[in-house]
């Protein structure tokens, strides 16, 4: 097992060395504490490196303010010149292989020509429906080979389900959950299996896994379906760590319990909780935790100039939140 070093000495201490490959790593915590901020700061430290990190981008903050603000931060600090780029996802129809291969918009063009003429009436909402069932998988153009930071915008769960080759839809029952339908097995030659093969990615980045399923499973009824497809999603995940030997990097928000508002909890949890292998909660460096755990940090000299932390909820040879980490937080990224 290897580690990926993030260059914050706080999240490679408590990871044994950096995010290690063949696993999954988990950080998760309450929002605007920096788990945007770390994770793009761990692409940019790998791609440093000579390595290559692929993001999906859920929330679609990356190309508006976080490659903006910090890409020249990050490419000082580690002086070293990579590639950002935001790539486009696009869906392709399958086509005859004799025949010349057509477009998702040429095949719209082509529905929206034959349902004028038999005098139909649909919307653009029916067409793009219309041309996905044709169009169930993605295509993508990857820039040349080389030390890069690939950001892919993700922000449906469908789309982000079928990345992962599952080919879904999202479906609301008679009485109003909704719900997961299957069009087909999943496939593990999926368009990400394409672009981690094709990229010699080292590091693959979900930011955030929960953002796409808050949205589109809001209930607490909808929860079967929210839990089947972040099961699939890290399942996938898993086996292109085992196969490619990389590693992967998750955000989530967390789940706060009113009674106990110290125990926070990731928002994917049991499943999210079962797949990664470390799991660190980030927090303010003055916030409490569970005094009865009597949790010992790893670097107390850091203690007066810090502003963040970061917890060891789950590690393989350790207790619950029993270390932790001060990790300072400046115009360059995490420390």
């Known amino acids: ?18 995010l290690a490959t063949g696993t999954i790593t988990q950080i998760f915590g309450e929002k605007a504490l920096g788990k945007s901020i770390i994770s793009f700061q761990a692409a940019c430290s790998v791609a440093a490196a000579g390595g290559s990190t692929v993001i999906l981008d859920t929330e679609q903050s990356y190309s508006s303010y976080l490659v903006p603000y910090w890409k020249d931060r990050m490419t000082k600090r580690f002086e070293k010149e990579f590639n950002v780029a935001e790539v486009k996802l696009d869906r392709a129809p399958k086509t005859s292989p004799r025949r010349k291969p057509v477009t998702r918009g040429q095949l719209i ?8 003429h038999l005098g139909v009436s649909y919307t653009d909402a029916h067409l793009g429906a219309a041309a996905d069932i044709f169009s169930p998988d993605y295509s993508v153009e990857l820039p040349p080979k080389g030390p890069s930071v690939l950001i892919f915008q993700t922000p449906e769960v469908v789309d982000l389900l079928n990345l992962h ?33 094709e990229t010699g990615a080292r590091l693959l980045v979900y930011d955030s896994i929960s ?5 589109a499973f809001p209930s607490t009824q909808d929860l079967p379906a929210r839990s089947s497809g972040l099961a699939m999603i890290l399942a996938h995940a898993q086996r292109l760590c085992v196969e490619f030997g990389i590693a992967v990097l998750v955000t989530s ?4 319990d009113p009674i106990n508002p110290w125990d926070r909890v990731p928002y994917g949890g049991v499943i999210l909780g079962h797949d990664a292998k470390f ?38 040879a350790l207790e ?16």
């Open 279 to 316: 799991s660190l909660e980030l927090t303010k460096a003055a916030a409490s935790r569970n005094k009865d755990r009597d949790p010992e940090a790893v670097n107390p000299e850091e203690r007066e100039r810090s502003t963040k932390a970061f917890w060891a909820a789950r590690h393989p």
């Open 165 to 197: 080759g599952v080919d879904a839809a999202r479906e609301v029952s008679s009485g109003g959950r909704v719900e997961l339908k299957m069009r087909q097995t999943p496939t593990y030659q999926s368009a990400l299996h394409h672009i981690i093969r």
């Open 320 to 335: 619950e939140y029993t270390r932790f980490a001060y990790a300072c937080q400046d115009g360059e990224g995490f420390h």
């Open 109 to 116: 063009n082509a529905i929206d020509s034959a349902l004028n």
């Open 211 to 215: 953002a796409p399923f808050k949205s």
């Open 253 to 256: 928000h967390v789940s706060i």
């Open 1 to 18: 097992m290897d580690h990926l070093r993030t260059n914050c000495a706080a999240v490679d201490a408590l990871t044994d060395g950096g």
